[in-house]
C-alpha cells in the first residue's frame, strides 16, 4: 500500500517536471523568436541612415569639384571603406537571424555567368594589387550563358569566399575558376545531374589553409578557426554559414578542401536552374 502511494506521488512529481519543462520550452522559442524579430527590425533601422552616410562620403571622396586636400580626401575614403564594412557586418546579422527565423527567400532570376565574373574580378582587383597578390579570373569555354538563380545571394556567397581568400593570403595568388561540376563531386554530396547539370565556382588560395580538425566548424555561426586573444585577422564568423545557407536555398552547396600552411580551396555547386532542384528538393521532403 505504502510503494504504491509512493509511486503515486513519485509519478505525479514526474508529471508536474515534464510541464514545467514544456512551459520553459515554450518561453525559450518565445524569446528566440523575439531576438530574431528584434535583430531583423534593428538591422533595418541602422541600415536606412548608414546607406545616406555611405553615398555622402562617396561624393566626397569623388571630389568632383576639386577643393578637398590629399588629407581630407584620405579621410573620406576611410569614412567610405569603415562604412561599407559596417554595412556588410549588419546584412550579416540580418541574415542570420532570417536564417534562424527560417525567414530567408530567394528571388530566383536569370544570372548571367560572364558578367557575374566580371564583376567580381573588378571588385577584388584592386584588392588583389594591394596585397600583391596574383589574381586569375577563368571560365571554361561553352557554358550556358545564365542561369536562374538568385542573382544578388550567388555574388554575396562568391565575394565571401573572395574576400576570405584576399585575406588569409599573404603570398602566391587566388583564383577564381567557373566550370561545369564533375559528376563524382555531385554524388558525394547527394546532388544529382539527371534532371539538369551543375555548375562549379571554386576559390583557390595559396594561404595559410584550415587545420583538418577545424574544417568542419568554419561553416558554424561566430566560429573562426583563428579565435582567441592573439587573433591576427578580423571578421565575425557568420559569413560561410550564411553562406552554406545561402547555397542550400539554391539548390547547392558548398565545399572546403585545405591543407595547413599550403592554401584552401572553396567550391559552390549550383544547378543552372535553381527552380528545377528547389521542387526536387520539395518533393523528395514531401515524401
Ligand atoms: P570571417 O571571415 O568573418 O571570420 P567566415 O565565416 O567567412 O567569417 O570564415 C570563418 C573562418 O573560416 C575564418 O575566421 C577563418 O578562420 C576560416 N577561413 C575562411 N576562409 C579561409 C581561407 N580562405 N583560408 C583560411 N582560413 C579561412
Known amino acids: ?93 540580418l541574415d542570420i537571424s532570417k536564417v534562424e527565423a527560417g525567414k530567408l527567400s530567394m528571388q530566383i532570376a536569370p544570372a548571367l555567368l560572364v558578367e557575374t565574373m566580371e564583376s567580381l574580378e573588378r571588385d577584388f582587383r584592386p584588392v588583389a594589387d594591394k596585397k600583391k597578390l596574383q589574381f586569375h579570373v577563368q571560365t571554361q569555354a561553352d557554358l550556358p550563358e545564365t542561369i536562374q538563380t538568385d542573382p544578388m545571394r550567388l555574388q554575396q556567397i562568391l565575394k565571401n569566399f573572395l574576400s576570405n581568400a584576399m585575406k588569409f593570403t599573404e603570398q602566391g595568388s587566388v583564383t577564381l575558376n567557373l566550370r561545369e561540376a564533375h559528376s563524382h563531386e555531385l554524388e558525394i554530396y547527394a546532388l544529382s545531374a539527371e534532371t539538369q547539370p551543375y555548375l562549379a565556382f571554386d576559390v583557390i588560395d595559396t594561404g595559410i589553409g584550415i587545420k583538418a580538425s577545424e574544417q568542419g566548424a568554419v561553416f558554424n555561426a561566430f566560429e573562426q578557426a583563428d579565435s582567441g586573444i592573439e ?13 552554406k545557407e545561402l547555397a542550400r536555398l539554391l539548390g547547392g552547396m558548398i565545399y572546403l578542401v585545405s591543407k595547413e600552411g599550403e592554401g584552401s580551396t572553396f567550391t559552390l555547386l549550383l544547378p543552372v536552374d535553381s527552380n528545377v532542384a528547389i521542387a526536387r528538393q520539395e518533393d523528395a521532403e514531401a515524401r
Open 231 to 243: 587573433r591576427k585577422y578580423g571578421g565575425t564568423g557568420l559569413g560561410l554559414s550564411i553562406s
Open 1 to 93: 500500500e505504502n510503494q504504491k502511494q509512493l509511486l503515486e506521488t513519485q509519478s505525479a512529481e514526474v508529471e508536474e517536471s515534464k510541464m514545467e519543462i514544456e512551459k520553459y520550452a515554450e518561453q525559450l522559442e518565445e524569446s528566440s523568436r523575439y531576438k530574431s524579430e528584434f535583430l531583423a527590425n534593428m538591422s533595418h533601422e541602422l541600415r536606412t541612415p548608414l546607406n545616406s552616410m555611405l553615398i555622402l562620403a562617396q561624393f566626397l571622396s569623388d571630389n568632383s569639384n576639386g577643393t578637398l586636400t590629399e588629407d581630407e580626401l584620405d579621410y573620406a575614403k576611410h569614412i567610405h571603406s569603415s562604412g561599407t564594412d559596417l554595412m556588410i557586418l549588419i546584412s550579416d546579422i
